[in-house]
């Protein structure tokens, strides 16, 4: 996610913000850029890091007591100096910079073409100042709080102009900093650490307009709003993971707001209608003989969500393969749609199987986190999962957008097929705008999980199991498991444990299964029974409405009821919390773990 900082300063803002700037490096960006006012409005943008951007920003001929700046990372249009902010109205007046998803800018800008505004970016954050220079007649907060009425989606805006600096939010943190001769804005905390202590934090449908020597918070209907003063305690290290021990943690805590922003524009209830990202060809739709998604690791585990869903709403042949075996196995027919799946974009293992497909005359999508990545550059069909830059090593808010845009292509797909009823795609799209607060509530029950780590974490190895849809979330369990807590850990087919693993359990083998609701749930259960009768303890993760389960298992943690399709996006932050707590017991170095990358790029 991008970085936003602004103030308003008794002398020269342009050094404070590039500093404040790069202090937002950690985040990960691709393009930075700054405005500054004094009389007239200058602006300074370009791609690439800080260090080089420093000179191309060029200083000299910004000056201005009040201004903005911005660190992007590409969500809508490549990384460019034209797609970099602040962008800027008609006249040059107005600078603005905007963290999250305009989901209504198509329609926006194309009302403002049509009175005459022209646009010079591809981005969606580029209607807010054409906007705001619509209804500016004065005053700069009126105009916004104009501007954020039409404006459907998640956003923190800040914009300097003539009247100064105001900044509004809506999903998207920003907090206020407070000093004698400065006062800041910041939509993290690190921007401002070394100006200021004092902060107030704007909660969502909230303003603020800051001046040198005072800032006024009120919420969307002007109406004013006291919000204490708060000092912050962290040390900046601790601020760059937002108060969390673990960037892992806090990248866990960001999953509502990434899955939010996943979904953000891509979902109409009202029709029963998905649009995944990519336009799907009715006529390709007619030819098409089968799915096949690929990946790695944790990505190779959202390809197996994706193809039993794809499956199961499309009736078509799915298949998920792992990517490193993809390249060198048979492959079949000719009308297939082959989806790419990695995170990075980088992995090299998905690039040679992409271009394997391709080469096959498969049609082929990617599905990744980085835009200009080297798997976009390999197809015209790329769904962006709008995660925002994950920096610990391990996966976590990466799949759970994975998990959800294969979910969106499965239900655009299924609709396109004719197969997927229009009142089932309603139903489905329902359950998937209530992830982010359903994930939310998972997060606020972490105490649970956490005691419950620590009554295991002396196991020799865990197993993790579940059927149809909750096997790909148990793989991912045990992968999670692994990884950030070297104990041996192990994914399974719930109705395969049977077939061998069986004998190894003990009291000092837990088994973690995914018991939420669903069709299979009675077979799981006697998976697990299986496992109790043995001795061996079984940690279940069940549906919140559900009675039955803490009869039979040792151990119950809950996700909110779901449509048992879906409730893989809940059990997963389970898992995840669970191996990042015995992690966390035993010590481990979770953002670093021993031997591994953030991306892959040896075969
Ligand atoms: C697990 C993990 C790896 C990656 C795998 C593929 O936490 O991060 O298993 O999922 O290396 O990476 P991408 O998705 O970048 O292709």
Partial sequence: MCGIVGAVSGSEVAPVLVDALKRLEYRGYDSAGLATYAGSLSVSKGVGRMETLDEALGL??????????????????????????????????????????????????????????????????????????????????????????????????????????????????????????????????????????????????????????????RDFDGEPVEREEEVVEWDAEEAERGGYEHYMLKEIHEQPRALAECMGGRLDELMGEVDPGVALDRDGMEVLEGVEFVGCGTSYHAALYGARLTGEFTGLPVNARHASEYRYGPVSGKNILTVGITQSGETADTLRAIERAGDEGHAVLVLTNVVGSTATRMTDDVVYLRSGPEIGVAASKTFTNQLACVAMLAIALGRESGDLPRSEAKHLIAELRDMPSKVQRVLDEVEDVESVAESYVDSEAFFFIGRGVDY????????????????????????????????????????????????????????????????????????????????????????????????????????????????????????????????????
């Fill in 472 to 603: 790909p979330v148990a793989m991912e369990g045990a992968l999670k498991m692994k990884e950030i807590s070297y104990v041996h850990s192990e994914g399974y087919p719930a109705g395969e444990l049977k077939h061998g693993p069986l004998a190894l359990i003990t009291r000092r083998t837990p088994v973690v299964a995914v018991l939420t609701s669903s069709p299979l749930y009675e077979k799981t259960l006697s998976s697990a029974k299986e496992v109790e009768a043995r001795d061996g303890p079984v940690i279940a993760v069940a549906s919140e409405s559900d009675e039955d389960t803490g009869r039979f298992c040792e151990e119950v943690l809950r996700v909110p009821d779901a449509d048992h399709r879906l409730s893989p996006l809940l059990s997963t932050v389970v898992m995840q919390l669970f191996a990042y707590h015995v992690a966390r017991e035993l010590g481990r170095p979770i953002d670093r773990p021993r031997n591994l990358a953030k991306s892959v790029t040896v075969e």
């Fill in 60 to 217: 000299s001929g910004m000056e201005g007591r009040a201004g903005v700046g911005h660190t992007r990372w590409a969500t809508h249009g490549k990384p460019s100096e034209g797609n970099a902010h602040p962008h800027t109205d008609c006249d040059g007046d107005l600078a603005v910079v905007h963290n999250g998803i305009v989901e209504n800018y198509a329609e926006l800008r194309e009302g403002l073409e049509e009175r005459g505004h022209v646009f010079s970016s591809y981005t969606d954050t580029e209607v807010v100042p054409h906007l705001l220079e619509e209804r500016l007649d004065g005053s700069l907060e009126h105009a916004l709080r104009e501007t954020v009425s039409e404006l459907e989606g998640s956003f923190a805006i800040c914009a300097v102009g003539e009247d100064g600096l105001v900044a509004a939010r809506n999903g998207s943190p920003l907090v206020i900093g407070l000093s004698d001769d400065a006062n800041f804005v910041a939509s993290d905390v690190p921007a401002i650490l070394p100006y200021t202590r004092r902060v107030k934090y704007l909660l969502d449908g909230e303003m603020a307009v800051i001046k040198r020597d005072s800032v006024e918070v």
